[in-house]
């Protein structure tokens, strides 16, 4: 089945630009998602992108997906201490809807003042 | 904005209880999902649904039942609790095209 992994921990300081990298395996996933979780909180859909687009930009947020690679980006501009988090990878397959999404183990954003 | 919406936060059961986690999405989607989170892992998925009256094992279903009466709800059934049940269960849903929501969790404790 599908794959997806993530470094557990990056450490940056404010101000500065996070850039949390994800792989997967699967080639024909069709939608990547980034998630946010605050400690004892749910998770918090941050952006997605489908698998025919290269980058898609929100406000402080960029996603880079490199399809040949099967790698995603999340680069979060102006880091601030409300960033602190852990950030989760998450991909859906080909089956549309009806897989669900398989996640990374997620990466624990520092922030350091 | 309900969204998706988990009932209860916390519990803490006793090893070979029963009980039912609620899940209600009020944004007409047909995929829901149940999904527990254990510490340093990521989500993995337990049952899913495509719509009222279609369910299907993830992969990690022992253990775990549902049902899909109607659209909106997806409870998640522990029939006889066990201490390796002890985690944080995640309900979500999709219109299958982009977007997918979660709830803010049940964590549940059983002791």
């Known amino acids: 089945g599908e794959d997806v992994e993530q470094s557990l921990f990056l450490s940056v300081r404010e101000g500065d630009s996070s850039v949390i990298n994800c792989t997967y395996t699967?080639?024909?996933?069709?939608?990547l998602y980034w998630y946010k979780q605050e400690p004892g909180a749910g998770l918090q859909l941050l952006t997605y992108?489908?698998?025919?687009?290269d980058m898609k930009q929100d406000q402080r947020l960029t996603v880079l997906l490199n399809k040949k690679d099967k790698h995603l980006s999340l680069r979060i501009a102006d880091t601030q201490t409300g960033d602190s988090a852990i950030y989760f990878c998450?991909?859906?397959?080909?089956?549309?809807?009806?897989?669900?999404?398989?996640f990374g183990k997620g990466t624990h954003l520092i922030i350091q003042p | 904005n309900a969204g998706v919406t988990q009932t209860p936060k916390f519990r803490i059961l006793k090893i070979g209880q029963s009980m039912t986690l609620q899940c209600a999405q009020d944004?007409?989607?047909?995929?829901m999902y149940w999904y527990r989170q254990d510490p340093g892992m990521g989500l993995k998925l337990i049952y899913y649904?495509?719509?009222?009256?279609?369910?299907d094992k993830g992969e990690v279903p022992n253990g775990y039942n549902v049902s899909r009466s109607t659209t909106e709800d997806f409870p998640l059934r522990l029939e006889l609790a066990a201490p390796s049940q002890t985690s944080v269960y995640f309900c979500?849903?999709?219109?299958?095209?982009?977007?997918?929501?979660f709830g803010q969790g049940t964590r549940l404790t059983v002791v």
């Open positions: 944004m007409n989607h047909n995929y």
């Open positions: 998450a991909v859906r397959g080909s089956g549309g809807g009806a897989d669900g999404l398989t």
């Open positions: 992108i489908f698998s025919n687009m």
């Open positions: 699967d080639s024909s996933s069709t939608y």
């Open positions: 649904s495509v719509g009222a009256g279609i369910t």
């Open positions: 979500a849903s999709s219109s299958g095209r982009g977007e997918a929501f």
